[in-house]
């Protein structure tokens, strides 16, 4: 039995463990992984509601996620619903109940058109009660050991050495910088030169292409970053945005999933495979020409969003570093102050912030994406007035910073017309969460793929080496505590899993991928916990000083934070 098993059944058996949970954790690893700068991460909240759900539905899905459902929980929970009262929560759960969620009975599903089936634990299945594989069930030591899935993974091993699967997750994002660095660090592109990144979703690969594309493209093409909601899959939005990023142009197309897909629109199909083969810069690819009209309306309205970003330097300043008393202000994303503040100054900052009015100021102000508007900072006339204000040099050369806006006024300065027919010699780079076989076959001739696909140990590995950057706020010796005993607790969960060993009396079912995100909502939780218990059982504050407070806290924390959070969280089926 592992050092870990050992420790949750000393725990179990009321034996002294003398140590303490965190303990087993590794120190956060130099990675500079910051999630702040993570667009899958920053989408958090949109991520976790992984479908539009009624009252009942939401109600419906927690359930099977808990053993004690409590509205104050739910509330708390990815499935919170605005307009729910804790009365009607009362009146759904005992509705739900009395249909038998939880108890082994059939059950409608709304959301997914078919009778589903709700084991004795409430975890949903679909349809069929037999028990749906897992995402991890092939890496069971006992599936390794025998049958037609271990036979043929030693066949093709003899045949064709070994695979992925030997690689640390280092090395697989390793060699995907590798891959985006050998296309887009060249002058001129070469023919091959788009890239799908698939695979695994909520673990930094668009954190990692992002961060290879600014420091290894070539200084002569422009980085144009666009998320799924920049761009849909139409031909009306895809051609013209193509069209203006058609010559010397990196683009990275972060969960444009729909495009990429065998059943997207073959208008678009048709589109991008043109303009992804390998003589797109000599070949005009074309489109409906029918539809140029409506083309060229689309062409100005993009090229009139680039203009109005070009009116002035872009400034902004990092929110949530604010709210850990740091002042981070950059000037078109180049950081030209970052100091520690006091706790006032921070809070005086943000209550600065209100809806930004353009008419109001000179300069603009950005924050990240999890803000969902523009704020405005301060009354400064200029943005020279501000920098003064502030200990910034308002004289820092910015000419070569402003590369890519002297590149867009190249485009904003030409006639205006659209051809029937345009060469295309930029570089498209993919960031997906799809499968390899649900992305068009021949879209993927015309590419380089790479597919992120990490075991659970990867992940564990992956997890180990950038935690630091994940799960920030609050306080920050009680964040780390927290970080590192739930880092402990995953890997209690994945070696229980493969060895069939129950804890705390549950059996351990592993049918969700394992993802950033769930660390998050885990951390989140086990500090909710932790103030809970130090509240009302041992009636003290928690001091993160007091080592051997928290080596017992966290003792009495894990079978709370397993049974009622990680156990049925993992076992829930996810929805499709």
Request: hydrophobic residues 35%; negative net charge; aromatic residues 8%.
């Amino acid at each position: 039995m592992s050092d870990l098993l050992d420790y949750v059944k000393r725990i179990e058996n009321n034996e002294e463990t003398g140590v303490g949970l965190d303990d087993f954790a590794p120190l956060p690893g130099a990675s500079d992984y910051d999630e702040n700068k993570d667009p899958e991460m920053q989408d958090l909240i949109e991520s976790l509601q992984e479908a539009r759900m009624s009252r009942p539905q939401a109600i419906e899905a927690y359930l099977s996620s808990t053993e004690e459902p409590t509205y104050k929980d739910f509330m708390k929970s990815q499935f919170a619903h605005p307009k729910m009262t804790a009365d009607q929560f009362a009146k759904d759960v005992a509705y739900l109940r009395k249909r038998g969620v939880g108890v082994g009975t059939g059950v409608r599903l709304k959301s997914t058109g078919g009778t589903g089936y709700a084991d004795e634990a409430g975890a949903i299945h679909r349809k069929d009660p037999k028990k749906r594989p897992g995402p991890y069930d092939e890496e069971k030591p006992e599936v390794y050991e025998g049958g037609e899935y271990a036979k043929k993974v030693a066949s093709l091993t003899q045949q064709f050495g070994t695979a992925s699967l030997d690689l640390t997750s280092k090395e697989i994002f390793d060699e995907i910088t590798s891959t985006v660095k050998s296309i887009i660090g060249k002058d001129p592109l070469p023919k091959r030169r788009h890239i799908i990144i698939y695979g695994d979703p909520g673990i930094g690969k668009t954190y990692e292409v992002t961060k290879a594309c600014k420091e290894h493209k070539h200084s002569k093409y422009k980085f144009v970053e666009i998320m799924g909601s920049g761009l849909n899959d139409t031909i009306k939005a895809v051609v013209p945005f193509m069209f203006i990023n058609s010559q010397d142009c990196v683009i990275l197309l972060d969960d444009c999933d729909k495009m990429l897909k065998q059943e997207a629109r073959e208008e678009v199909l048709l589109f991008l495979k043109g303009i992804m083969a390998e003589d797109a810069d000599e070949r005009p690819t074309s489109y409906p020409v029918h539809r140029k009209d409506e083309m060229e309306r689309e062409v100005e309205k993009r090229r009139g969003a680039i203009a109005s970003k070009q009116e002035g330097c872009t400034i902004s300043i990092d929110l949530p570093a604010l709210k850990e008393n740091k002042f981070i202000l950059k000037i078109d994303n180049e950081i030209i102050i970052d100091k520690h503040i006091s706790l006032r100054e921070a809070q005086e900052w943000q209550n600065k912030i209100r809806p930004l009015k353009r008419e109001e100021t000179k300069y603009e102000n950005i924050y990240s994406r999890s803000l969902r508007d523009f704020k405005r900072l301060d009354e400064g006339n200029t943005v020279k007035d501000f920098l003064n204000d502030y200990g910034a040099d308002p004289n820092k050369d910015k000419k070569d910073s402003r590369r890519d806006d002297e590149d867009d006024n190249d485009i904003i300065e030409s006639d205006g017309s659209m051809p029937e027919s345009f060469t295309f010699n930029s570089s498209i780079i993919f960031v997906s969460n799809l499968e390899m076989e649900h992305i068009n076959s021949a879209l993927l001739t015309r590419v380089s793929a790479k597919g992120v696909k990490l075991s659970m140990l990867q992940f564990l590995d992956r997890l180990g080496a950038i935690y630091g950057g994940l799960a920030k706020g609050g306080n920050p010796e009680i964040r780390e505590w927290s970080k590192k005993c739930v880092f402990t607790l995953i890997g209690i969960l994945i070696e229980a899993w493969r060895a069939n060993v129950p804890i705390f009396g549950s059996p351990v079912e592993i049918n969700r991928k394992l993802t950033f995100r769930m660390f998050n909502e885990f951390v989140d939780d086990w500090e909710r916990y932790a103030d809970d218990e130090c509240r009302n059982t041992f009636k003290k504050d928690l001091d993160p000083r007091n080592k051997d407070f928290l080596d017992k806290l966290s003792e009495h924390l894990i079978p709370i934070m397993l049974k009622r959070k990680c156990i049925p969280w993992l076992k829930t089926v996810e929805r499709i």
